[in-house]
């Protein structure tokens, strides 16, 4: 890319009223020319403190962190000018500041799709609990086994070329988005890369990690969209 690209970020976010508007105020305004929250089903200020800071906010009314990030595609599709997306979530747990870090191997390196580690970063006591840690470790060994690919998270924090987001044709609705992606992206032979990437406490409740069904349900969910694309 010779222009510098133009960069999208879309937030999936439910009841993410308390971190929302840091997430967006964190990201580096000189790298993103918009940020979309999608509002999933949320019953608190999300919308009002994420329009506050600036960004383009749509609604989900029904819930699933997959269909958001599908509201925020379709959005995308409106458009004619989009290079990169960034995904991103709004509890702040990842740092926005960070994204330079995702998008330079695309620009530099022509990677396709850039996967934040947090496996590889730093991350704060109890950022992370005991189930996720195993189940991101379980997922990734499988897609080496059954894919081919080596990863080491399947993090939330990501970026990826506006086309070969497209050429995936995403279909997941709930917890199975992101692996969906990673497996998708091996199969298409496309070029991924990982990089460290830091990770706090969230502001707030967790809805997935912070339940036992949660939990069970993200991860009956993962494991079944590995084995279903096979």
């Known amino acids: 890319m010779n222009e510098p690209p133009i960069v999208r970020v879309i937030i999936p976010a439910f009841n993410e009223e308390n971190g929302v508007g840091e997430v967006i105020n964190e990201i580096p305004k000189d790298l993103v020319k918009e940020v979309i929250v999608v509002n999933n089903a949320s ?14 906010v ?19 599709q409106q458009l004619a000018d989009t290079d990169i997306v960034v995904f991103l979530d709004a509890d702040h ?16 390196e022509d990677a396709d799709l850039v996967i934040g580690s947090r496996a590889q970063g ?14 991101n470790w379980l997922a990734t060994r499988l897609l080496r086994l059954l894919y081919g690919v080596r ?21 997941d609705k709930t917890y199975g988005w992101t692996v969906e992606m990673q497996l998708k992206a091996a199969k298409q032979k496309m070029k991924c890369v990982e990089v460290p990437v830091n990770y706090r406490q969230r502001i707030g409740f967790s809805k997935i990690s912070g339940t036992i069904k949660g939990t069970v349900m993200a991860g009956y969910k993962i494991i079944w969209t590995i084995f279903k694309y096979l």
């Open 151 to 171: 990863f080491t998270d399947l993090g939330p924090f990501r970026a990826i070329k506006y086309d070969q987001l497209l050429a995936l044709d995403m279909q």
């Open 58 to 76: 749509l609604k989900e009314p029904e819930k699933g962190y997959g269909r958001a990030c599908l509201k925020g595609i379709a959005y995308l």
């Open 43 to 56: 019953t608190d200020d999300t919308e009002k403190v994420a329009l506050q800071s600036g960004a383009t």
């Open 122 to 135: 730093a991350k704060e006591k109890g950022s992370m609990t005991p189930q996720q840690i195993f189940g």
């Open 93 to 108: 747990s990842d740092y926005p500041e960070e994204m330079v870090n995702l998008i330079n191997p695309i620009i530099k």
